[in-house]
């Protein structure tokens, strides 16, 4: 970080804070959590690969099926608890609402991607909790970026979350309910280092 950068960051701020100091586009990809920018590590080509088809997935789907939702790659998403404090920024995420134009924050995602990396596990973690607290929330997906792994929280019909994920391996199918998808989950990985794993 540099000593510019290091001056004006704000050692707490709330979101509306955030989003207007975060506007400037010439710093590097920053989170809000309980009230402390943070700044995000760049991710591996794998990751973006990884990224690149599950948005490419999801879309097409979302097409095929004639929805009105649509998939977001790195939106920013306000969790319910402590809204004014947090801004979490997802690696994928759909909406079925309109996305207004110059929104920042994403309303109302019904799906929430994540990909883990080794460098990112502990915070990916922690905006999968703070995901889980979203109303309109009905899956996350939490994708492995070093192995063809998956782990999947759904949302039971009486609004509680399952205590532990369903794990997927590299044989398994992956169903996602809320947008009526199913592939397998090693074409989440086609064209990357870890295919021929898959």
Not at 55 to 66: H, V
């Given at each position: 970080?540099?000593?510019?950068?290091?001056?004006?960051?704000?050692?707490?701020?709330?979101?509306?804070?955030?989003?207007?100091?975060?506007?400037?586009?010439?710093?590097?990809?920053?989170?809000?959590?309980?009230?402390?920018?943070?700044?995000?590590?760049?991710?591996?080509?794998?990751?973006?690969?990884?990224?690149?088809?599950?948005?490419?997935?999801?879309?097409?789907?979302?097409?095929?099926?004639?929805?009105?939702?649509?998939?977001?790659?790195?939106?920013?998403?306000?969790?319910?608890?402590?809204?004014?404090?947090?801004?979490?920024?997802?690696?994928?995420?759909?909406?079925?609402?309109?996305?207004?134009?110059?929104?920042?924050?994403?309303?109302?995602?019904?799906?929430?991607?994540?990909?883990?990396?080794?460098?990112?596990?502990?915070?990916?973690?922690?905006?999968?909790?703070?995901?889980?607290?979203?109303?309109?929330?009905?899956?996350?997906?939490?994708?492995?970026?070093?192995?063809?792994?998956?782990?999947?929280?759904?949302?039971?019909?009486?609004?509680?979350?399952?205590?532990?994920?369903?794990?997927?391996?590299?044989?398994?199918?992956?169903?996602?309910?809320?947008?009526?998808?199913?592939?397998?989950?090693?074409?989440?990985?086609?064209?990357t280092d870890l295919a021929r794993s898959a």
């Amino acid at each position: 970080m540099s000593t510019s950068t290091r001056r004006k960051l704000p050692s707490r701020m709330t979101v509306d804070e955030f989003i207007d100091w975060a506007a400037d586009d010439s710093r590097p990809p920053w989170q809000l959590v309980d009230g402390e920018p943070r700044a995000t590590a760049p991710a591996s080509a794998t990751h973006g690969a990884i990224q690149t088809n599950l948005a490419y997935l999801l879309t097409r789907r979302l097409i095929e099926s004639g929805s009105a939702c649509r998939a977001v790659t790195e939106p920013a998403i306000v969790p319910r608890v402590r809204a004014s404090s947090n801004l979490r920024v997802a690696d994928l995420a759909i909406t079925c609402s309109p996305i207004e134009p110059g929104q920042i924050v994403l309303s109302d995602p019904v799906l929430i991607v994540e990909i883990l990396s080794p460098t990112n596990e502990l915070d990916t973690w922690k905006n999968v909790w703070a995901y889980v607290s979203m109303p309109s929330v009905l899956e996350i997906l939490v994708v492995r970026s070093t192995s063809v792994a998956a782990d999947l929280l759904r949302r039971r019909p009486d609004g509680a979350w399952p205590e532990e994920p369903t794990k997927l391996g590299p044989n398994d199918l992956l169903h996602l309910d809320s947008i009526d998808l199913t592939c397998p989950l090693a074409d989440v990985y086609a064209r990357t280092d870890l295919a021929r794993s898959a």
